[in-house]
């Protein structure tokens, strides 16, 4: 069980592994893109390996 309440309330808690900064929230947002149109588990686990 979570420690928080609401819809989400009955998932286990999200662990931060990876992060990345920009300079601007379209870049951001560019980059979001990409990685979320990735099919492929193994490429994503790479990126938080990396």
């Known amino acids: ?17 990876y992060h990345e900064e920009f300079d601007d929230k379209n870049a951001a947002y560019l980059r979001e893109r990409i990685v979320k149109s990735w099919k492929s588990k193994k490429k994503v686990i790479e990126l938080i390996n990396s």
């Open 1 to 17: 069980m979570s420690s928080h309440s609401g819809f989400t309330a009955k998932s286990k808690d999200w662990k931060l592994v």
